[in-house]
């Protein structure tokens, strides 16, 4: 049995009136390519948004590594390992691709602000390493040659693998992956399941969101589906698209 590196257990979220996740059981085994499906509105974001601290669930509990995540401040969870993309690009578009990168990396330096006031010898001498990783995860995936123009220059696809490459900067343990193949073409879209195969390969769990289900058929070890806040099946991808209650909740009854 798989060492489970994330456990959800009766997970709730609640605008108003409206339960957005309702009491949600979820489990993510170490080293896998665990997909989180479903149809628009179904919860999808909102599970990342409390497993990563932009949102406090109303109840539940999150352990990761088996540490609790719920109530600790977005920069701790990240510090702990846990890094993510978004489904609108969140760049610095006016800071070029190597700095975008170089702000993921910052997370693992140890000068602080005051360092970077004074820039001692030793913040010298962090800020090279921090730029040759920058530079490394960038040739990772595969925009090496771009390291100079300013980030708000790439086309969405190659937005999407920088932001890719700034998370793996950070060194993460897991990293979540929200519709990463959103608005690419067929061949960015197969780039895509490759550089989330290479990235699971170095030993990095992947949790993703994501509607291009020929996608997520190829690369996942696990689905989930959640329809309405609530978990409805869980299985292999074989699994889950025979399951009757999937088919309708994404064609109809």
Known sequence: MNERILEIRSLRKEFGGVVAV???????DR???????????????????????????????????????QGRPVYTIAEMGIARTFQNVQIFS?????ENVMVGRHLRSRSGFLGSLLVPPFFRREEKEIRKAAARWLEFVGLGDQARLPAGSLPLGSQRMLEIA???????GMILLDEPASGLNARETVAMGELVREIREMGITVVLVEHDMELVMDISDQVNVINFGSLIARGTPREVQANPEVIAAYLGE
């Not at 006016?94 to 190597?98: F, G, H, K, P």
């Open 31 to 69: 080293g896998s390519i665990t997909a989180l499906i479903g149809p628009n509105g179904a919860g999808k974001t909102t599970v990342f948004h409390m497993i990563t601290g932009f949102l406090r669930p109303t109840r539940g509990d999150i352990t990761f590594d088996g540490a609790v995540l």
């Open 94 to 98: 006016n800071m070029s691709v190597l």
């Open 166 to 172: 700034r998370a793996l900067a950070m060194e993460p």
């Open 22 to 28: 309702k009491d949600l059981d979820l489990s993510v």
